[in-house]
């Protein structure tokens, strides 16, 4: 599989590089070196917003450390980077199956990630059971359907059209009587009709809610981090109309825009769990800020 820092390597590239001639082009931290830090985090995707927030805690920081050479300014943003991403998870009990609600656009991954979740969930001697509540599209059922058996785990569908909310009722049954300890649930993500899939989705969490436990336990939004703002906006939909308790960025493999971890994290305050590195179903990595910020700023 992927190694963190391999995947990493673009994104590396585009801050790494530029950072490492902007320290070795100044000798003090001067309006000119945070006019071009600002630039390169600019450059990065790490957007307007968190781009100021970051310049402001790292000239604190710098300050309170009493640094005066550039050369040690990675150290530091190791540091702060390490801060940022030290959200705590937001944990709620549950008498099995525990329920996770996978919410996402189209295309950014989710069908994937639902199986990498699986088959890593499987390996840890879980039995899960993937369920397709996005009904709009028998194509997406097929293919979790194609994924679950690939992965070895349970599937639960209905008919393309049926009412999500019934599947997912009934998915619990389902889950109940087989003895399943998760289960995952695809959901709808067309993004042309907003109003109607926020409605969808918070009418699934009430049934849930009712059927069993305070169910959802999780909701995880899948982001796909190749496109930078837009994940962002995704991010503050989702996260304002349903509440989102984690995230997963897929695709940090191959995109120069992994700028839009720190982005999301700073902004909205919500963590990261996971990263996808690569389309094969091991390709799903624990997200751990440190590691990140090493792997960034090697
Ligand atoms: P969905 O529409 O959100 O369910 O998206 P899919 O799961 O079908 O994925 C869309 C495309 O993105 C597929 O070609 C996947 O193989 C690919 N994909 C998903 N996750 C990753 C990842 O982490 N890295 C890469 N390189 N491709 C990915």
Redesign the pocket.
């Known amino acids: 599989f992927i190694k963190l820092s391999e995947g990493l390597s673009k994104t590396r590239e585009q801050i790494t590089k530029r950072l490492d001639a902007l320290l070795s082009s100044h000798s003090a931290f001067d309006d000119d070196f945070w006019e071009e830090f600002e630039e390169i985090l600019i450059m990065a995707d790490v957007g307007f917003e968190a781009t100021s927030e970051l310049v402001e805690r790292m000239k604190t920081r710098i300050r309170n450390s009493g640094e005066t050479n550039p050369e040690n300014f990675k150290d530091l943003l190791r540091e702060e980077l390490d801060e940022i991403f030290k959200l705590p998870k937001r944990i709620k009990a549950f008498n099995p199956p525990e329920v996770v609600m996978m919410i996402?656009?189209?295309?950014?991954?989710?069908?994937?990630?639902?199986?990498k979740i699986a088959h890593r969930e499987q390996m840890q001697g879980r039995k899960v059971l993937i369920v397709a509540g996005d009904t709009f599209r028998a194509a997406?059922i097929g293919?979790l359907e194609i994924w679950a058996k690939r992965v070895g785990a349970g599937f639960f569908a209905k008919d393309e059209g049926s009412d999500p909310a019934a599947v997912a009722y009934e998915a619990i049954d389902y889950a109940v009587k087989n003895g399943y300890d998760l289960m995952l649930l695809?959901t709808a993500?067309r993004l042309h009709t907003k109003t109607n899939l926020m409605e969808e989705l918070l009418k699934i969490r009430r049934v849930l809610g009712k059927k069993h436990d305070e169910a959802p336990h999780r909701s995880i939004l899948?982001i796909?981090a190749t496109t930078g703002q837009n994940a962002m906006s995704q991010t503050k939909l989702f996260n304002e109309a349903i509440g989102v308790d984690e995230l997963i960025l897929?695709?940090?493999?191959?995109t120069a825009k992994g700028g839009i971890m720190i982005a999301v994290t700073m902004q909205h305050k919500i963590p990261i769990t996971f990263?996808?590195?690569?389309?094969k179903m091991e390709?799903?990595r624990p997200f751990n800020g440190a590691d990140f910020a090493k792997a960034l700023l090697m």
């Open positions: 996402g656009v189209n295309g950014v991954g989710k069908t994937t990630t639902i199986a997406a293919q695809d993500g899948v796909d897929t695709k940090l493999d191959g990263i996808g590195l690569g389309e390709d799903l």
